[in-house]
């Protein structure tokens, strides 16, 4: 069965971070942290059927004052040609990219 591989990578710093793949939650956490000695917070392989799929994934970050805004954002990925889906957090929101290049810490 085809499948996507989903990493979070570089930016978390203790935040939820939800993952929606054609609108079903497929991963819900609290507390993603990045581990900077390698560049990735947390990686999964989820199984589905062949083609091209959305994904979202949505992050919340509670402080001293409550909890701030999501951040969203959303890319499509094509289980034959692009089944590894980065996700990285930047100061200016999230950078998804979906491509075929193996990860590198796997």
Do not use: K, N, W
């Amino acid at each position: 069965m085809p499948s996507l591989t989903i990493a979070l990578e570089e930016g978390f710093s203790g935040e939820r971070v939800t993952i929606l793949l054609d609108g079903e939650v497929v991963f819900d956490q609290d507390g993603v942290r990045t581990r900077t000695q390698i560049g990735m917070a947390h990686t999964f392989t989820v199984e589905t059927s062949p083609g091209e799929h959305r994904i979202e994934v949505r992050t919340r970050t509670r402080t001293q004052v409550g909890e701030q805004p999501p951040v969203e954002a959303a890319a499509r990925a094509d289980t034959g040609t692009a089944p590894v889906v980065r996700v990285s957090r930047h100061p200016s929101g999230l950078r998804m990219s979906a491509d075929a290049t193996p990860l590198r810490y796997l």
